[in-house]
């Protein structure tokens, strides 16, 4: 089946610096990638929708100048959090867009980043 | 605006006990719904996928059905065990894709 490798698992950063996140889809070609966070106890939360070879599409609230979202080939989509501060410390989690973005397909998600901002 | 609702927030039950996990939503216009487990720091598991023109699917000891015109959809899980102990999620398809804030389901030993 497909799989979304998604890098790292697991971060702690210091406040002020970036953190690059990856995600791969690793054995098909995902034209739309998506990102969300969650926050503890709390459902998890699309931030943008990424297409290959296009500008991201950001949700309501989330600062485009803050999650650098690019998704430059079919097979990797990356999320930088720029100048993280301690409230973006959350659960960021990718997932490919039903194979080619197909409405009855199912999603294919990332493993998630555990991010800490100190 | 589409919401998905997951009832009960947390759940707590004897092993071996069947238990229904209820998702409900706004709008039926849906292209299809998932149900996803999600162990605590970890990412998603598909558990299965329910197409719009489907009522039901069954995966082993688990069956989910949805019901468009009530905007409901249950997963049923049978003979439960500890290693289900999990965060169970429902999440719709329409234009994207939406959770619910999921049930945490504590299977006791």
């Known amino acids: 089946g497909a799989v979304v490798s998604q890098h790292p698992s697991w971060v702690i950063c210091k406040s002020g610096t970036s953190v690059k996140i990856e995600c791969r889809s690793l054995?098909?070609?995902?034209?739309?990638m998506f990102w969300y966070r969650q926050f503890p106890k709390q459902s998890l939360m699309l931030m943008a929708t990424?297409?290959?070879?296009?500008?991201?599409?950001?949700e309501q609230g989330v600062e485009k100048d803050k999650f650098l979202i690019n998704h430059a080939s079919l097979t990797l989509s990356t999320l930088t959090v720029t100048s993280a501060h301690p409230e973006d410390s959350s659960f960021y989690i990718c997932?490919?867009?039903?194979?080619?973005?197909?409405?009855?397909?199912?999603?294919?998600f990332g493993s998630g980043t555990r991010l800490t901002v100190v | 605006k589409q919401e998905v609702t997951q009832i009960p927030a947390a759940l707590s039950v004897p092993e071996g006990e069947n238990l229904v996990l209820n998702c409900s939503f706004t709008?039926?216009?849906?292209?299809?719904l998932q149900w996803f487990r999600q162990d605590p720091g970890k990412g998603l598991t598909s558990l299965l996928l329910?197409?719009?023109?489907?009522r039901e699917q069954t995966s082993g000891r688990l069956n989910a059905s949805l019901d468009k015109s009530s905007g409901r959809s249950t997963l049923y899980i049978a003979a439960s065990q500890p290693g289900d102990s999990a965060t169970y999620l429902c999440?719709?398809?329409?234009?994207?894709?939406?959770f619910g804030k999921g049930t945490r389901l504590h299977i006791l030993p």
């Open positions: 997932s490919a867009g039903g194979l080619r973005g197909k409405a009855n397909y199912g999603y294919t």
């Open positions: 054995d098909f070609q995902a034209t739309t």
């Open positions: 990424s297409n290959e070879g296009s500008k991201a599409t950001y």
């Open positions: 709008d039926s216009a849906i292209y299809n």
């Open positions: 329910i197409q719009s023109s489907q």
């Open positions: 999440a719709l398809r329409d234009d994207k894709i939406i």
